[in-house]
């Protein structure tokens, strides 16, 4: 069993918003996930990340492999996360 983070589609057109989850690799896209982790809006002008830093590094340790992107929002999260504490 290959688990994968990757982004899950939940807007509607024209206007995108993306689930953060942890999925089967051969699952479809917008399947039925293992767990949602955050979400993502690209278009919004504030917070646009949201995401359990806590989870996603679980999940790693798990051996779940992220995407190019989730591995990006993994690391602009914890960057987040990181200036928010200091």
């Known amino acids: 069993m290959a688990l994968k983070i990757r982004l899950s589609r939940i807007g509607t057109t024209h ?3 993306y689930h953060v989850v ?3 690799a ?3 896209r917008d399947g039925r996930a293992t767990e ?4 993502y809006n690209p ?3 504030g917070e646009q990340l949201s995401l359990k830093v806590d989870r996603a590094d679980y999940w790693l340790g798990q051996g779940a492999k992220p995407t190019d992107t989730a591995n990006s929002l993994i690391k602009q ?3 987040a996360s990181a200036s928010a504490e200091a």
């Open 15 to 17: 206007s995108p918003v």
């Open 22 to 24: 942890v999925a089967e």
């Open 36 to 39: 949602i982790l955050g979400t």
């Open 43 to 45: 278009r919004a002008k």
């Open 26 to 28: 051969r699952s479809r």
């Open 77 to 79: 999260a914890r960057k």
